[in-house]
């Protein structure tokens, strides 16, 4: 796939056959700077890249002569049953996209019978977000200094019935995003801008997302303060950013109900590995304790099946679904999570694997078989 070479030609979104091509028709679609926004990682975007490159080492060992007549992607995450093993990474400002924002988004969520995590940083209310649909909802924390902010959208967010919060752990500060910088990047006052309402630090010079991140973001947060956001929510808490397994062993001790293995789309710290390459490594950590899941990368059902074998119970999905918002609001949002569904069930069919229990460690090889 070649992003420049149908950035030159262009496409049509009816002639879209993969995730990968609604980068292009979202490029068509939206300012360059918005475009930027959504794309761009942190400094060299190596673990931007890597993100992708690592899932395309790992090779796929497929059993033949299976009954494969029936394949069931079903799946239960905290108890609840979706349709896929394939979730809706909290991203900010689904207005910069689409004029319907994260209702779009939360809509083509339901229809698809999966969860949407709702960004901390919407364009949408948690209460719209709530009444716009009836998908399971979580919803996704940062934690300011003004602690008093988490403090209300944490429990307004329990009142309108999302199913746990996701306290985001990798952005003490902004990570470095060049493209950003370079485009003078202005995140604009848009109404219930709520968890971005401080984007009123505003610059005149430059970018206002640096300036408003170090003024808003609390940079003390730490994992005593895992207890303090038990105290305030009867919601299970997710704790998303993990890398190491002595970080994933530290969550488990601070009763953390879930692990996200993330390194923010390569937005944050920059050479962090990519995050399939550390996921079993964070499994074996945690040990069955908590579902693992994983974002990062995940552009194609192959991927979703690696990530599977190496013991993720789901993948978060993130560009591709702002992509497809982009290019199409809710109906692009949709035909991305469908092709990711239709994708991953052509290689339980093509791997031998019924439902998604059969996918196991022995259907991967990764470099570290290799050894
Ligand atoms: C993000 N991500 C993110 N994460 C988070 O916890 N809160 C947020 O508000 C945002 N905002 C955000 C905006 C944009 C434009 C992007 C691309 C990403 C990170 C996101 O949840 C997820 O970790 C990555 O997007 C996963 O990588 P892929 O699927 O984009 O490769």
Redesign the pocket.
């Given at each position: 796939f070649s992003l420049e070479l149908y950035t030159t030609i262009g496409l049509m979104a009816d002639e879209i056959v993969s995730v990968n091509e609604f980068q292009v028709l979202a490029k068509q679609a939206l300012p360059k700077m918005y475009y930027d926004?959504?794309?761009g990682g942190a400094e060299d975007e190596h673990t931007?890249k890597k993100?992708?490159q690592e899932f395309q080492r790992i090779i796929l060992l497929p059993r033949v002569l299976v009954d494969v007549s029936n394949i069931a992607l079903s799946t239960n995450i905290l108890g609840y049953n979706i349709s896929a093993p394939i979730m809706i990474?909290?991203?900010?400002?689904h207005k910069l996209a689409h004029p319907e924002g994260e209702l779009a988004t939360a809509r083509a969520a339901a229809a698809c019978n999966t969860i949407m995590?709702l960004?901390?940083?919407?364009s949408c209310s948690v209460e719209e977000v709530a009444a716009s649909c009836d998908a399971v909802r979580f919803f996704?924390l940062?934690v300011y200094k003004r602690r008093e902010i988490a403090i209300n959208l944490v429990q307004r967010a329990e009142k309108s019935g999302y199913k746990a919060i996701?306290l985001?752990s990798d952005?003490p500060r902004l990570g470095r995003r060049e493209a950003d910088i370079k485009n003078k990047m202005i995140v604009p006052q848009l109404k219930n801008l709520e968890?971005l309402m401080s984007a009123e630090v505003a610059s005149d010079k430059g970018s206002n997302l640096e300036a408003y991140a170090n003024e808003t973001f609390d940079p003390s947060l730490c994992w005593r303060d895992i207890a303090w956001l038990k105290s305030i929510t009867n919601l299970p808490v997710l704790i998303?950013?993990i890398l190491t397994r002595e970080d994933a062993t530290k969550a488990m001790e601070v009763g953390a109900a879930g692990i996200?293995v993330?390194?923010?789309?390569?937005?944050q710290l920059d050479y962090t590995p990519a995050t399939i390459s550390v996921l079993e490594e964070v499994v074996q950590a945690v040990g069955r304790k908590v579902p693992v899941l994983l974002?990062?990368?995940?552009?194609r059902g192959t991927d979703v099946f690696k990530a599977l074998a190496l013991g993720a119970q789901a993948v978060?999905?993130?560009?591709?679904v702002?992509y497809g918002l982009a290019a199409k609001g809710e109906a692009g949002v949709r035909k991305v999570i469908h092709m990711l569904k239709d994708e991953l069930e052509l290689t339980m069919a093509l791997a031998g694997c019924p439902s998604v229990k059969a996918i196991s460690r022995s259907h991967v090889r990764t470099d570290r078989d290799r050894l």
């Open positions: 926004f959504y794309a931007l993100n992708v990474a909290p991203t900010a400002v995590i960004s901390f940083s919407a996704q940062y996701v985001t952005t968890g998303k950013g996200i993330s390194n923010h789309g390569g937005r974002d990062g990368g995940v552009r978060l999905v993130g560009r591709p702002i």
